[in-house]
């Protein structure tokens, strides 16, 4: 039977990135039934709102969605709908592997991190008021129950992928109630893992630091949801940039995978934008879905067209288009692959 998947193509460069990663996935072996439905800013004037409910319901029946991005205005203008959608859906894990790819430059060759990114509360809470007409203010919420869920989270993937070791990221020497709760949760989960995998934790400024000097040092970050989106750009900058960073938002009733990059709005259209970042979130929920080996295959179809160079998009140095390397990476599966 089919897999049925509520595929968002967004907006910006995401249409296209949607289409060459679904020709990915099609060609993969695994069969797909694909539920299109849009989000993004040009759903307001029909539908009242960025978030369309039949976009929540179609996510909530097929319990899996991939989507690409969706732009959310600075300053003001309507909620970010990719925020929105995490916490509508309780999708509480955020998690981004960062692994070098032979064949792209940067400054190490063999980066190999997870960051796992709280995703429902910290600041992006959104509970932001004026305080008068010249000071604002933004609450920054961190639970008990979110950032044990989160620590679990971390661990039970550190332990399922035979990681070494889980790195708890926070500021708790200044936030010391909130940041501080946080890693007093990592250290209460921890303890459950003692003698299975390693724990520590750094002040967010120093791990920032220490990942650009030595990564090989670390190995799965756990992080609240701030943190965790700052440090998991810097992990794709360590990998090539954010062309090549896939990710995945993951709760008890579903997931929604995507790249962790925008809607690149100045690349929109012009066929050039690198869609390895969501062909890469592809292969996640291959995972996912319970197809190890396909996605294992997928991958490294991606990987060897990326090591060859002569399909990759500019951002990579190349010379290739969007829906040349989806052509080269179906080339590479071949046509005729069993499901595994
Ligand atoms: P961005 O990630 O869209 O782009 C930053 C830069 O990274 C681009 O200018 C481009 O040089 C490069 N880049 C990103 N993706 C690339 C790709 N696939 N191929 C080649 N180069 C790529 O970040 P931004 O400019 O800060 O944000 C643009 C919009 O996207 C904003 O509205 C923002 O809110 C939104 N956004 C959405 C998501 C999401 O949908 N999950 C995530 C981040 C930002």
Redesign the pocket.
Known sequence: MAQRVTLIP?D??GPE?AEATRRVLDASGVPFEWEVVDAGEAMIAEYGTPLPDHVLDSIRRNKIAIKG????PVGAGFR?V?VALRQTLNLYANLRPARSLKGVASRYDDVDLVIVRENTEDLYAGIEHMVGKDAAESIKIITRAASERIARFAFEYAVANRRRKVTAVHKANIMKLSDGLFLESCRTVAEDYARRIEFEDRIVDNMCMQLVQKPDQYDVLVLPNLYGDIVSDLCAGLVG???VAPGANIGEDGAVF??V???????AGKNR??PT?LMLSGVLMLRHLGHPEVAERVETAIREVIAEGLAT?P?LGGTGTTSGFADAVIARIGSAVSIG
């Open positions: 967004g910006g460069i990135l991005p969706i732009t959310t970010s990719n940039g954010l062309g995507e790249a990059h925008g809607s690149a709005p100045k690349y934008a690198n970042a998009t951002d």
